[in-house]
């Protein structure tokens, strides 16, 4: 009885252990990023081939544009020369150029400046940015601020502006960015697509009120709320202390941590569905990743508490590498495409999304600035 009572002790104390040192092993970490990386990398070695799914599209989507995000997260942290490679050899076959030309307004096409700036910081050189330029100029001096009619187009778009503000030393980027960001925040839909009530937000105005999920509650997409969250992450990695409105997005990013910590599940996964576990409420590897990044840049930079969310964060990170990546680097649970947490079910472990590049996009902006935390 003695003997099974100690190993019951160490048993418990060993898995406590396991448990609070899986943020502490770095090469873990970086080995869990690797791994997946990899199998991306592998699977794709032409950076240019399009991407067929239910139709063919280039390869500068927005899909592809968040995995170069988390790529070069990868990089920052772990620089290896194919990771540079790969990336560049991406925007040059594109000519540093934008799905739909130079004059679009829509996030998603120009989602893939964010790498552009992050490729020419490293090695400048002007054709880098000449479409980026032009494009992002066309925003800058045209007066719509309507652009972000959906919260996914505040992460594609938001750091865009952000970069090049830094990059020009011209807060004119910064104001511009803030105003579309408040006009998606308070005035798309009937009074903006943020709930300050709940600290959530709704994907677009198709899903704010009247409209209710069948239990009753407002309908917050996992993914779609990951999207803001991240966005502000990055952005305040981005910008300086002391730029305009710094404190605004601080803010909201205080808020909405706040909001996911109660509803986080108990396997450390997020739902789908935010509010209604029973609508499609499984695990879902993509909006998880991107809460883990907003809050793991929150406690690094000391706008969130560690002892608060660093439980939450190592049950959410535990949850991704344990249950949704495999030994060959493909993750699991990822919902493919949509706006709601009805598309793409149902999700499985091994069920193969119709992109997998954008969940991979969060895994690796989750794991960067994991890999990033103080011991």
Same mark, same amino acid.
């Given at each position: 009885?003695?003997?099974?009572?100690?190993?019951?002790?160490?048993?418990?104390?060993?898995?406590?252990?396991?448990?609070?040192?899986?943020?502490?092993?770095?090469?873990?970490?970086?080995?869990?990023?690797?791994?997946?990386?990899?199998?991306?990398?592998?699977?794709?070695?032409?950076?240019?081939?399009?991407?067929?799914?239910?139709?063919?599209?280039?390869?500068?989507?927005?899909?592809?544009?968040?995995?170069?995000?988390?790529?070069?997260?990868?990089?920052?942290?772990?620089?290896?020369?194919?990771?540079?490679?790969?990336?560049?050899?991406?925007?040059?076959?594109?000519?540093?150029?934008?799905?739909?030309?130079?004059?679009?307004?829509?996030?998603?096409?120009?989602?893939?400046?964010?790498?552009?700036?992050?490729?020419?910081?490293?090695?400048?050189?002007?054709?880098?940015?000449?479409?980026?330029?032009?494009?992002?100029?066309?925003?800058?001096?045209?007066?719509?601020? /309507?652009?972000?009619?959906?919260?996914?187009?505040?992460?594609?778009?938001?750091?865009?502006?952000?970069?090049?503000?830094?990059?020009?030393?011209? /807060?004119?980027?910064?104001?511009?960015?803030?105003?579309?960001?408040?006009?998606?925040?308070?005035?798309?839909?009937?009074?903006?697509?943020?709930?300050?009530?709940?600290?959530?937000?709704?994907?677009?105005?198709?899903?704010?009120?009247?409209?209710?999920?069948?239990?009753?509650?407002?309908?917050?997409?996992?993914?779609?709320?990951?999207?803001?969250?991240?966005?502000?992450?990055?952005?305040?990695?981005?910008?300086?202390?002391?730029?305009?409105?710094?404190?605004?997005?601080?803010?909201?990013?205080?808020?909405?941590?706040?909001?996911?910590?109660?509803?986080?599940?108990?396997?450390?996964?997020?739902?789908?569905?935010?509010?209604?576990?029973? /609508?499609?409420?499984?695990?879902?590897?993509?909006?998880?990743?991107?809460?883990?990044?907003?809050?793991?840049?929150?406690?690094?930079?000391?706008?969130?508490?560690?002892?608060?969310?660093?439980?939450?964060?190592?049950?959410?990170?535990?949850?991704?590498?344990?249950?949704?990546?495999?030994?060959?680097?493909?993750?699991?649970?990822?919902?493919?495409?949509?706006?709601?947490?009805?598309?793409?079910?149902?999700?499985?472990?091994?069920?193969?999304?119709?992109?997998?590049?954008?969940?991979?996009?969060?895994?690796?902006?989750?794991?960067?600035?994991?890999?990033?935390?103080?011991?």
């Amino acid at each position: 009885m003695k003997k099974l009572l100690l190993f019951s002790v160490l048993s418990i104390f060993s898995i406590k252990s396991l448990s609070a040192q899986d943020l502490s092993d770095k090469k873990q970490i970086l080995k869990q990023m690797i791994l997946a990386n990899d199998y991306f990398m592998q699977k794709w070695p032409d950076t240019g081939k399009t991407i067929i799914t239910n139709k063919e599209r280039p390869s500068n989507i927005w899909t592809r544009g968040v995995y170069y995000e988390g790529l070069m997260a990868l990089h920052e942290i772990f620089p290896k020369e194919n990771y540079y490679d790969y990336a560049y050899a991406w925007a040059e076959f594109h000519k540093w150029g934008f799905n739909s030309g130079n004059t679009t307004r829509n996030a998603d096409n120009y989602c893939a400046a964010q790498t552009y700036i992050d490729l020419y910081n490293l090695e400048p050189d002007a054709k880098k940015l000449k479409n980026t330029k032009a494009n992002i100029n066309m925003l800058l001096n045209t007066p719509q601020l /309507n652009d972000w009619s959906w919260i996914d187009a505040i992460q594609m778009g938001m750091p865009v502006f952000a970069k090049l503000g830094v990059l020009e030393k011209d /807060n004119r980027y910064f104001e511009k960015m803030y105003d579309m960001y408040m006009y998606s925040r308070n005035k798309h839909g009937d009074n903006g697509l943020y709930n300050p009530k709940e600290g959530l937000w709704w994907r677009d105005a198709d899903f704010d009120p009247p409209y209710k999920e069948p239990n009753g509650k407002n309908c917050y997409w996992s993914r779609g709320n990951g999207w803001v969250i991240a966005a502000l992450a990055k952005v305040l990695t981005i910008i300086p202390e002391n730029a305009p409105h710094r404190e605004q997005y601080v803010k909201d990013l205080k808020a909405m941590a706040a909001a996911l910590v109660p509803i986080q599940r108990a396997d450390g996964f997020w739902n789908v569905s935010l509010h209604d576990p029973t /609508n499609f409420g499984g695990k879902e590897t993509s909006g998880t990743a991107l809460f883990v990044y907003g809050m793991a840049y929150g406690v690094n930079t000391g706008i969130l508490k560690k002892e608060t969310y660093l439980p939450v964060i190592e049950k959410a990170w535990k949850a991704i590498t344990t249950e949704s990546l495999h030994e060959n680097g493909f993750l699991g649970y990822l919902q493919s495409t949509g706006k709601e947490p009805k598309d793409g079910q149902p999700l499985s472990y091994d069920k193969i999304p119709d992109f997998e590049d954008y969940g991979l996009g969060c895994f690796l902006l989750a794991g960067s600035e994991i890999y990033k935390m103080k011991n």
